[in-house]
Structures are given as structure tokens and as C-alpha cells.
């Protein structure tokens, strides 16, 4: 999920095979509603944000900032956001 300072929303899922169903792939709930989340203007607007900083940081060769502030804010907005419909979505 993470690449250097990059923030990378592709999911990176293995594939689960149920014993008892068709041959049909069981999807995490918990990933679709990250993937939702991020869409939302809310967290969009902190992704952004993270992302400037990130590339401000790479583009310089000497500096100590590391962005934490902003991936932390992200990654709790998309957290929020998740918790609020993930148990009601969960079997």
C-alpha cells in the first residue's frame, strides 16, 4: 500500500476462493468502502493535500519534513469514513 512516500489506493488483494460456493471471488467489504471513502470531497481534498507535500519533499534533495501531519489526516478521514457502514456490511 505504501511506496516510498507514495500512497498507493490500488488494492492489493489475494484471491479467496469459497469452499462452498462457484468458484466466486469473496470481496473485502472493509477495501470497496476505502475505495468509496477516497472518493468523498472531504478526503479527496486531504489526499491532495498529502500528495502536494509529498511531492514538495521529493523534489528537494535536503529536507527533514515527512509529511506524517498529512498521510495521518488522510488516513483518518478514509477511516472515518469507513467505520461508519463496515460492521453493518460485514456477515
Do not use: I
Request: glycine letters at 2%; a negative charge.
Amino acid at each position: 500500500m505504501f511506496q516510498g512516500n507514495n500512497l498507493s489506493m490500488k488494492p492489493v488483494m489475494p484471491r479467496v476462493r469459497a469452499q462452498d460456493e462457484e468458484e466466486e471471488d469473496l470481496v473485502d467489504p472493509q477495501q470497496t468502502l476505502r475505495e468509496q471513502c477516497h472518493e468523498e470531497r472531504k478526503c479527496t481534498a486531504l489526499h491532495e493535500k498529502y500528495m502536494a507535500c509529498n511531492d514538495r519533499v521529493n523534489s528537494r534533495s535536503k529536507t527533514t519534513e515527512l509529511c506524517n501531519e498529512e498521510l495521518f489526516d488522510y488516513l483518518h478521514c478514509v477511516d472515518a469514513c469507513v467505520t461508519k457502514s463496515l460492521f453493518s456490511r460485514l456477515k
